[in-house]
């Protein structure tokens, strides 16, 4: 069994302190039981739309010393987001040349930590190491535990509830050596969806972008609101109940940019929301009082099914 460090990255503990019970809980003794553990010592990945579109040294400088931490745990890193998965991935990709894990290492040096990856075997006197593994929460729960797994453990099965699944931007952009879905057709989501009980519905430009992406949420609000309407209109019109993704990030755009453009709204969770509901959580852990869009009608239609 593959052994795992969380890295719940900066939005899920700040804004949605839900979605880490609801990682935990379903990652945990009453889940799935995995070889878990947390490291205190982990910063912000960095996040990818500023520190490696502005200054890539200090992104891979801040990158790297997370990536030492878990070297030194001697763990896969299991990231709950799309931007820390990118951001982390990509920096074990970019040390892998020389020139790089040599300059990054001059600098960790002074706080005595240094990258070399995992040894995985010796030829002669020589280690061979491999890059730390970072992998992404719906990766794990598809491939390590299974979908079959996810299916028998779901004994409050999500049923006559229509998802509309959001996959993200970082999710479907591959790096030079690694991606694990298939960018153009993903379906790892949707049949986790499934295997809770749901139906995934197909909608309109389901792989746009939330609207957040490459720091317009920051920048230029209103532009990000309006994109994330017109996710929301496509969604609206299959009668879905709900969205889910595996991004936090964009959990927070759906979440927030509804408030000026929709009085209800359409409830957004976190895909570990989802799995817990399915897998008998009382709803009260999840945190649904801090999302801005009630969750009300969802819970409302669960009870009733």
Not at 216 to 239: F, M
Request: with cysteine; aromatic share 8%.
């Amino acid at each position: 069994m593959n052994a795992y460090t969380y890295f719940f990255g900066c939005v899920i503990p700040n804004r949605y302190p839900g979605v880490e019970y609801a990682v935990r809980w379903v990652t945990g003794k009453q889940g799935f039981d995995l070889d878990v553990v947390d490291n205190k010592g982990f910063s912000c990945c960095p996040v990818p739309g500023i520190f490696y579109s502005s200054d890539k040294d200090t992104w891979l400088l801040l990158a790297a010393r997370n990536l030492v931490l878990a070297q030194e745990q001697k763990r896969q890193l299991l990231t709950v987001c799309n931007g820390c998965l990118a951001s982390l991935l990509k920096a074990t990709e970019y040390l892998q040349e020389p020139k790089n894990m040599g300059k990054v290492n001059r600098v960790l040096s002074q706080i005595g930590k240094k990258y070399t990856g995992i040894p995985v075997r010796s030829e002669g006197k020589r280690k061979v190491f491999e890059p730390v593994k970072v992998r992404h929460y719906i990766e794990v729960m598809a491939t390590d535990i299974g979908v079959d797994a996810i299916q028998k453990a779901a004994n409050h099965p999500l049923k006559n509830l229509k998802v509309a699944v959001h996959y993200g931007c970082h999710y479907l952009r591959p790096t030079e050596h690694a991606q694990f879905d298939d960018p153009n057709d993903p379906v790892l989501l949707d049949k986790i969806v499934e295997a809770c009980g749901a139906v995934s519905v197909d909608y309109e430009d389901k792989l746009d972008c939330c609207g957040a992406g490459g720091g317009v949420r920051s920048h230029v609000v209103e532009l990000a609101n309006a994109l994330t309407q017109d996710k929301c209109v496509n969604i609206a019109a299959t009668g879905a109940d709900c969205i889910v993704t595996g991004c936090p990030f964009c959990l927070l755009q759906f979440d927030n940019a509804q408030r000026s453009f929709s009085k209800d709204g359409i409830p957004v969770m976190h895909v570990s929301q989802l799995q817990a509901l399915a897998m008998g959580i009382d709803p009260i852990s999840l945190g649904f009082d801090t999302h801005h869009v009630s969750a009300h009608s969802l819970l409302r239609k669960l009870r009733g099914s």
